[in-house]
T-cell receptor
Framework: EAGVAQSPRYKIIEKRQSVAFWCNPI?????LYWYQQILGQGPKLLIQ????????DSQLPKDRFSAERLKGVDSTLKIQPAKLEDSAVYLC????????????FGQGTRLTVV | AQTVTQSQPEMSVQEAETVTLSCTYD???????LFWYKQPPSRQMILVIR??????QNATENRFSVNFQKAAKSFSLKISDSQLGDAAMYFC???????????FGTGTSLTVIP
């Protein structure tokens, strides 16, 4: 079974530039999460999708961050314009719609804003 | 929102010895799941062990076991016969049985000393 795929693995941009991250979840997983993980901290949920609908985006800085999940499969997270404090690892995870299961994570994208 | 607390930012253990990582959580729910995830330098979060709150028996996966104290809201991870490959960040996570959102602690960095 293929895992959660994310790209790119690394990205360096200047502040005020824009950047986009891509995630392809495990096939058949209805729930998709984007987390932000700042160095030394635990993952913080940015947005949660159920199929192609947003379940929770309460912690997404909507003035600069946006996310979509096309056709309920893969997803993109965009930052525009980036700030220095956006430097972090962005993790994508997926999970079947329901069940006693865990979330499955991708390898993340490390973003550095200079 | 539920909170998950890991009070040990760093721990170390001699190879082949046993170490216990602590986790406490705060919830008013009676049915939920608890997880320990491992995050090596490659950044991918990998499930170590899962506990269902309605089960009184502590979960065990090979060298990994938990001590689940529901009344005390405590969920510690014991790693026996520690190996060099166990060195990583360990995150405790909570998920309600009625929802799909995960809450993570701040992590414990485990060093294994040869």
């Amino acid at each position: 079974e293929a895992g959660v795929a994310q790209s790119p693995r690394y990205k360096i941009i200047e502040k005020r530039q824009s950047v986009a991250f891509w995630c392809n979840p495990i096939s058949g997983h209805a729930t998709l999460y984007w987390y932000q993980q700042i160095l030394g901290q635990g993952p913080k949920l940015l947005i949660q999708f159920q199929n192609n609908g947003v379940v929770d985006d309460s912690q997404l800085p909507k003035d600069r961050f946006s996310a979509e999940r096309l056709k309920g499969v893969d997803s993109t997270l965009k930052i525009q314009p980036a700030k220095l404090e956006d430097s972090a690892v962005y993790l994508c995870a997926s999970m079947p719609y329901w069940g006693k299961t865990e979330a499955f994570f991708g390898q993340g994208t490390r973003l550095t804003v200079v | 929102a539920q909170t998950v607390t890991q009070s040990q930012p760093e721990m170390s253990v001699q190879e082949a010895e046993t170490v216990t990582l602590s986790c406490t959580y705060d919830t008013s729910e009676s049915d939920y799941y608890l997880f320990w995830y491992k995050q090596p330098p490659s950044r991918q979060m990998i499930l170590v062990i899962r506990q269902e709150a309605y089960k009184q028996q502590n979960a065990t996966e090979n060298r990994f076991s938990v001590n689940f104290q529901k009344a005390a809201k405590s969920f510690s991870l014991k790693i026996s016969d520690s190996q060099l490959g166990d060195a990583a960040m360990y995150f405790c996570a909570y998920r309600s049985a009625s929802g799909n959102q995960f809450y993570f602690g701040t992590g414990t960095s485990l060093t294994v000393i040869p």
